[in-house]
T-cell receptor, first 111, second 112 residues
Framework: DADVTQTPRNRITKTGKRIMLECSQT?????MYWYRQDPGLGLRLIYY???????NKGEISDGYSVSRQAQAKFSLSLESAIPNQTALYFC??????????FGPGTRLTVL | QKEVEQDPGPLSVPEGAIVSLNCTYS??????FMWYRQYSRKGPELLMY????GNKEDGRFTAQVDKSSKYISLFIRDSQPSDSATYLC????????????FGPGTSLSVIP
C-alpha cells in the first residue's frame, strides 16, 4: 500500500461549490503539506502543519483552509471554488530531519 | 529573478546516453538539495537528496552541488526509456528541509 494516499484522485466541480481533498499517511511523519502544481509555475505551498496543533500558511493560502484531524490525516478545503483553482494538488509528508514525500495527487477541475 | 531556475526542456536523448539536468539558484542560504522524478499524472518521487556541496551517487544517478556557483546537477548514466519523466530540483535553507523551493521541472524523453 502507498505510504501517502489522497482522495479523490480526480474531481470536477462547479464555481462556488465547497470541496474537500483528503490526505492520509502511514509513514509516521509529524509534518504534512499541501501544494498545488500548475504548468510552468511548479509546486507552490498552500499550507503546512508540523503537528496536530500547528497549522501554518504557505505561499498561496488565500481561498483555501486546512484541518489536521490526526497525525496521519490532513485535509484541504476550498470553501467556494473558482476556475483559477483548477490544478493538480499534492499532499506531502516529512519528519523533522528529512525530505518530503509526496502523494499521488488530485486533479481538480473547477468549471 | 526566480529563486530557482530550471530549463523546462523538453530534452530528448537516445537510449544509453548520459543525461545532465541542471538548476541554478539565487539564495546562497540554500544548503539542502533534492531531485524528484515525476511521471505524467503521478506525484513527485524523491530520487536523491544531499547536504551542502559535493557529489552523491546512487546507481545510475549522480547528484552534484556547486554552492560557489549556485548550481546543481543530476546526471543519469545509461539512460533508459523508463527514465522519461519530468525532473524537479528542490532546495531548502532550513535545517529540517521545510520551506522547500521547487524548480519548475525539466521534461526528459529517452528514445529507444
Amino acid at each position: 500500500d502507498a505510504d501517502v494516499t489522497q482522495t479523490p484522485r480526480n474531481r470536477i466541480t462547479k464555481t462556488g461549490k465547497r470541496i474537500m481533498l483528503e490526505c492520509s499517511q502511514t509513514k509516521g511523519h509529524d509534518r504534512m503539506y499541501w501544494y498545488r502544481q500548475d504548468p510552468g509555475l511548479g509546486l507552490r505551498l498552500i499550507y503546512y502543519s508540523f503537528d496536530v496543533k500547528d497549522i501554518n500558511k504557505g505561499e498561496i493560502s488565500d481561498g483555501y483552509s486546512v484541518s489536521r484531524q490526526a497525525q496521519a490525516k490532513f485535509s484541504l478545503s476550498l470553501e467556494s471554488a473558482i476556475p483559477n483553482q483548477t490544478a493538480l494538488y499534492f499532499c506531502a509528508t516529512s519528519d523533522w530531519k528529512g525530505p518530503q514525500y509526496f502523494g499521488p495527487g488530485t486533479r481538480l477541475t473547477v468549471l | 529573478q526566480k529563486e530557482v531556475e530550471q530549463d523546462p526542456g523538453p530534452l530528448s536523448v537516445p537510449e544509453g546516453a548520459i543525461v545532465s539536468l541542471n538548476c541554478t539558484y539565487s539564495n546562497s542560504a540554500f544548503q539542502y538539495f533534492m531531485w524528484y522524478r515525476q511521471y505524467s499524472r503521478k506525484g513527485p518521487e524523491l530520487l536523491m537528496y544531499t547536504y551542502s556541496s559535493g557529489n552523491k551517487e546512487d546507481g545510475r544517478f549522480t547528484a552534484q552541488v556547486d554552492k560557489s556557483s549556485k548550481y546543481i546537477s543530476l546526471f543519469i548514466r545509461d539512460s533508459q526509456p523508463s527514465d522519461s519523466a519530468t525532473y524537479l530540483c528542490a532546495m531548502s535553507a532550513e535545517t529540517s528541509y521545510d520551506k522547500v523551493i521547487f524548480g519548475p521541472g525539466t521534461s526528459l524523453s529517452v528514445i529507444p
